[in-house]
C-alpha cells in the first residue's frame, strides 16, 4: 500500500502534466484546425478533415501502441510519441505557410499518432495505484485538461497572427513547444513494474478477448465512452463552422470552446469522490442527461450565450462518462489482460470519435446545425438506456448472491 500511495503523489501529477500539455495542444487545434481548413480546403466540405485525420491516427495507433508499450514500458513509449507531436506540430506550420491544405493535413497524422500513445496516460495512472484510489487517479489525471480549457484557446487567439500571412502558423508552431515540455515531464516517470509470475507465464496473456468483452460491464463502459465520445466530438468539430455562419468573431468561438474544454475536464476535482461516493453508474447516468441538455439548448437558439452554455454542458456530460467508463473498465480485466483490453477499448472508442469527425464538417455544411443536434439525440438515448439496463442486471445478481448465501446458511444450521 505504502509503495502504490508514493506511486500516486509521484507519478499521477506527471501524467496530470503530459495530460495537460496533450490536450493544451488539441484545444488550440480545435479552436484553429477547422477555420484553417476551411481557407485552405479546395472543396469546403473538407474543412473538418484535419480534425478528423488526428481522430483516425489515433485509432490506428491505438492497439500498436499498446501493444509497443507492453514490450518497451510505458515510460518509453509516451517519451517516444512525443518526436511525433513536435513532428506534427512543423509540418503542419510549414503547410499552413505554403497554404498546402494536403500538408496541414499531413501534420495532423503525426499529432494523432502521438495522441494515441498519450491517451494511455490515464491507465498508466489507474494501473499505478490499489482499486480504491483508481477513480481518483483518473480524475487526478484528467485534470490536466482544466490547464488546457485556458491555455489552447488563449494561445490560438495570441498567436493567430505572429506570422504574417500565415494565419494560425505561430499557433501550430506554439505547439511544438508544448510537446517538448510534454517530453521533460514524462523523464521522471517511474511507473512501477509488476513482473509476471510462472503462472502468468504459463498462462499467456490470459483471457481471450471475447471472454473479457462478454461481461455486461465491459459491454456498458465500451458502449458509453464510445458513444459519449462520439457525440461530444461531433457537436464540438461543428462549433467552430456553426458559429462562423451565424457571424460570430474568433474570439467568440474561442471563448465558447474554452468553456467547452474546461467543462471537460474541470469536473475532474470532484468526479472521482463523486464516484466513490454515489456509485459510477449514477454519475455516467447524469452524463447522459447533461448531453440531453445540450442539445435543447442548442436547438432553443445560435446566441453566443447558448453556445456557451450548450458547450460547456456537454463537455460536463463527457466527463463523466468518460472517467465513468474509464473506471467500469478496470474492473473487467486482469494485470496480464489490460494491454490488450485497452488497445481493443481505445482502438473502438477513436472508431467512432473518427466517423463523428469525418462526418461532422459535411454534415453542418450541408444541412445546418440543427440536423447536427437532432441527430445525436437517439445515441444519447441509447446511452442512457444501456446504464440502466447493467444497473438493474447488477442488483438482480446481488440479490441472486444474497439468496445463495442465505440457502447456504440455512442449510448448515440445519
Known sequence: MTFKMNSFWRNVPLLA?????????????????????????????LATLPVAVIFIAVMLTSIPAALLMDRIGRKNGFMLATFFGMGGGAVATYGII??????????????GMFNGFGNYFRFAAADAVDTEHKS??????????????????????LTQDSIPDAPFAGSYMSIIVIYALALLALTFLKLPTAPKTSDQVTAGQGRSLVTIASQPK?????ICAM????????????TPLAMNHHAHSFSDTSFVIQWHVLGMFAPSFVTGHLIHRFGVLKIMFVGGVMGLMCVAINLLGSSVPHYW????????????????STTLLTETYAQQERGKTQAMNDFVIFTTVTISS??????????????????????????????????????????????QLQEVLSEHEV
Open 17 to 45: 502534466t503530459s495530460q495537460s500539455l496533450m490536450m493544451s495542444s488539441m484545444s488550440l487545434i480545435l479552436t484553429a484546425a477547422a477555420l484553417v481548413g476551411f481557407s485552405l480546403a479546395p472543396d469546403k466540405s
Open 98 to 111: 505554403q497554404a498546402d491544405f494536403w500538408l496541414f493535413t499531413a501534420g495532423g497524422v503525426l499529432v
Open 136 to 157: 481518483r487517479a483518473i480524475s487526478f489525471v484528467m485534470l490536466g485538461g482544466v490547464v488546457a480549457a485556458i491555455v489552447g484557446p488563449n494561445l490560438a487567439n
Open 218 to 222: 465491459f459491454i456498458v463502459a465500451l
Open 227 to 238: 458513444l459519449g465520445y462520439g457525440v461530444m466530438s461531433f457537436v464540438m468539430t461543428a
Open 309 to 324: 452554455a450548450a458547450l460547456t454542458l456537454l463537455g460536463i456530460s463527457w466527463n463523466f462518462l468518460f472517467i465513468g
Open 358 to 403: 469525418l462526418t461532422a464538417g459535411t454534415l453542418q455544411h450541408h444541412f445546418g446545425w440543427q440536423v447536427i443536434n437532432v441527430g445525436v439525440v437517439p445515441f444519447l438515448i441509447f446511452i442512457l438506456l444501456c446504464i440502466l439496463w447493467l444497473g438493474n442486471k447488477l442488483r438482480r445478481d446481488e440479490r441472486f448472491t444474497e439468496s
